[in-house]
């Protein structure tokens, strides 16, 4: 099981910052997605425990950024300089083994029931 928290309706400009907690293993890797309403879901960020290598989708490079606590089963986004259209339900995600493409949402393997992130202008 994945349990999202932090989602709020912020200003523009403001920071947030989500976590996710997993029940169980946190797997080859954990990421984040978001849904914006009449939209397909999109990929965010993704942090591969093996080196603690991180990806991220262009849209959020150097605004968003991806960590986490493998010991501890636990990912944090923590987003700043949010704009309108950073509006969405987030996902959080787990993927148990290898990937080559982490933006790839059907590789993850368990995904959590999402958090709202509003972002006014």
């Known amino acids: 099981e994945l349990v999202e928290s932090g989602g709020e309706r912020v200003q523009a400009g403001s920071s947030l910052r989500l976590s996710c907690q997993a029940s169980e293993n946190s797997g080859y890797a954990m990421g984040w997605f978001r849904e914006a309403p009449g939209k397909d879901r999109e990929f965010v960020a993704t942090i591969i425990w093996d080196g603690e290598n991180t990806f991220y989708a262009d849209s959020v490079k150097g605004r968003f950024t991806i960590s986490g606590d493998n010991a501890k089963n636990s990912v944090a986004l923590q987003m700043h300089e949010l704009k309108p259209e950073d509006t969405a339900i987030y996902y959080c995600?787990?993927?148990?083994?290898?990937?080559?493409?982490?933006?790839?949402?059907?590789?993850?393997?368990?995904w959590g029931q999402g958090t709202q992130v509003t972002v006014s202008s």
């Open positions: 995600a787990v993927v148990m083994s290898y990937i080559d493409d982490p933006q790839r949402d059907y590789e993850y393997d368990f």
